[in-house]
């Protein structure tokens, strides 16, 4: 699908999706687990030598629970819901 310049200028953010972002938004949630970890971590860490780790880590915490979680929804409404007697 190519943008065109008038679909991008009367794009109006939180009211309608990002144009041409169906397949990829889901990848949206790495930089936005590394800002808010990078904020968080600023506060929190005790020495400075120790914030691109901590960041790093806590970061990678955050995209694999935001993927449990969606493995796990994709189970529960894929997998055991059909499973169900329908009365």
């Known amino acids: 699908m190519s943008l065109l310049p008038t679909t ?3 794009w ?3 009211l309608q999706p ?3 972002a ?3 938004w889901w990848w949206l949630v790495i930089p936005m687990a590394l800002g808010v970890s990078m904020a968080y971590k600023a506060i ?3 020495k400075l030598a120790d914030w691109p780790m901590a960041v790093g ?3 990678a915490q955050v995209v694999g629970v935001v993927v449990a979680i969606a493995v796990g929804l994709y189970l529960l409404v894929i997998v055991l819901l059909p499973m169900l007697p329908a009365e």
């Open 22 to 24: 169906q397949h990829w």
């Open 44 to 46: 929190r860490v005790e």
């Open 57 to 59: 880590k806590m970061a």
């Open 12 to 14: 109006t953010p939180f």
């Open 8 to 10: 991008v200028i009367a």
């Open 18 to 20: 990002a144009p041409g």
